[in-house]
């Protein structure tokens, strides 16, 4: 089987989710290089490489050299592989002038070496999490609305009945099958984690059939604890629902499909923040 590799440079992973959206590939090479889905750190010899982003860094410029070394062949997927892309806009004399013309923009902003959440350097009142808060939350959080409180978890928002009598074999997948409408999703065989996602979403996703990733973080009984702990958590109400192996359950944990979400499960129990000698965020400070 062919091997291939996908190497990212500054850009948006968005080529990347397309890729994984794909299924055609699979039959036919192996993924051997993709940082944004595997912990793998040496580029192995390859037949096809294919680099989406654009030259950003002189680390962009130095991966590059050295993964087109490896590979039999090169491939520049998407627009700012191609051309540059919105990232460059900048580099464009009209653009360029434009920014300028605001004398207070003459000082452009240094990247920090690391990105951090902004409690490990300033003292923080209030969380709003979610991608994005719904407006009622917002609205919530700047006017102190009283009496206002969002339900525990996205679960008790979603109102799906539980059936007892379903218990699926296996996973469904995120985009497959049909989706009844009054059914818990779990018993359905999809992947849902409303039961532990911290609720005020109105339950959005979940409502119309789309499975909950848990993009409001985690609920109250998870916030002020390890990521473990969570997992643990899930894979108990997996099992007391369905009849899927525990193995598939864990590795669906964790896919591609909950990565860009599960990090806020463990980041409220960061290292920095413990560091810092600042407490750990709690739960009565969280909307």
Same mark, same amino acid.
């Given at each position: 089987?062919? !091997?291939?590799?996908?190497?990212?440079?500054?850009?948006?992973?968005?080529?990347?989710?397309?890729?994984?959206?794909?299924?055609?590939?699979?039959? *036919?090479? *192996?993924?051997?290089?993709?940082?944004?889905?595997?912990?793998?750190?040496?580029?192995?010899?390859?037949?096809?490489?294919?680099?989406?982003?654009?030259?950003?860094?002189?680390?962009?410029?130095?991966?590059?050299?050295?993964?087109?070394?490896?590979? *039999?062949?090169?491939?520049?997927?998407?627009?700012?592989?191609?051309?540059?892309?919105?990232?460059?806009?900048?580099?464009?004399?009209?653009?360029?002038?434009?920014?300028?013309?605001?004398?207070?923009?003459?000082?452009?902003?240094?990247?920090?070496? *690391?990105?951090?959440?902004?409690?490990?350097?300033?003292?923080?009142?209030?969380?709003?999490?979610?991608?994005?808060?719904?407006?009622?939350?917002? =609205?919530?959080?700047?006017?102190?609305?009283?009496?206002?409180?969002?339900?525990?978890?996205?679960?008790?928002?979603?109102?799906?009945?539980?059936?007892?009598?379903?218990?699926?074999?296996?996973?469904?997948?995120?985009?497959?099958?049909?989706?009844?409408?009054? =059914?818990?999703?779990?018993?359905?065989?999809?992947?849902? =984690?409303?039961?532990?996602?911290?609720?005020?979403?109105?339950?959005?996703?979940?409502?119309?059939?789309?499975?909950?990733?848990?993009?409001?973080?985690?609920?109250?009984?998870?916030?002020?604890?390890?990521? !473990?702990?969570?997992?643990?958590?899930?894979?108990?109400?997996?099992?007391?629902?369905?009849?899927? $192996? $525990?193995?598939?359950?864990?590795?669906?944990?964790?896919?591609? !499909?909950?990565?860009?979400?599960?990090?806020?499960?463990?980041?409220?129990?960061?290292?920095?923040?413990?560091?810092?000698?600042?407490?750990?965020?709690?739960?009565?400070?969280?909307?």
């Amino acid at each position: 089987m062919k !091997q291939f590799a996908v190497l990212q440079l500054s850009g948006c992973s968005g080529c990347e989710v397309s890729l994984l959206n794909a299924e055609e590939w699979m039959d *036919k090479y *192996k993924l051997a290089y993709m940082p944004l889905v595997a912990s793998v750190y040496d580029l192995p010899p390859v037949d096809v490489l294919l680099v989406s982003g654009s030259l950003g860094s002189d680390e962009d410029l130095y991966n590059l050299q050295h993964a087109v070394r490896k590979a *039999k062949k090169v491939v520049a997927v998407g627009t700012c592989a191609i051309s540059g892309g919105v990232a460059h806009l900048g580099d464009r004399d009209e653009v360029r002038r434009l920014f300028l013309t605001q004398h207070e923009r003459f000082h452009l902003p240094r990247l920090l070496p *690391k990105s951090r959440p902004i409690d490990s350097r300033v003292a923080v009142d209030c969380y709003l999490p979610g991608c994005p808060p719904t407006p009622e939350l917002v =609205i919530a959080a700047l006017f102190e609305t009283p009496g206002f409180k969002a339900a525990s978890t996205v679960c008790q928002e979603c109102g799906r009945r539980k059936a007892r009598e379903m218990r699926p074999s296996h996973l469904v997948g995120f985009m497959k099958g049909e989706v009844q409408s009054e =059914i818990c999703l779990i018993n359905q065989g999809y992947l849902c =984690i409303g039961v532990s996602t911290r609720g005020g979403c109105r339950a959005i996703c979940t409502r119309a059939g789309y499975p909950c990733v848990g993009c409001r973080g985690p609920s109250d009984a998870f916030i002020e604890k390890e990521s !473990q702990t969570w997992f643990t958590s899930i894979q108990r109400v997996f099992t007391s629902m369905t009849d899927v $192996p $525990p193995e598939e359950i864990e590795a669906e944990l964790h896919s591609p !499909q909950l990565a860009m979400f599960l990090f806020q499960f463990s980041d409220y129990a960061s290292d920095p923040l413990v560091e810092s000698g600042k407490s750990v965020r709690v739960k009565e400070r969280i909307l």
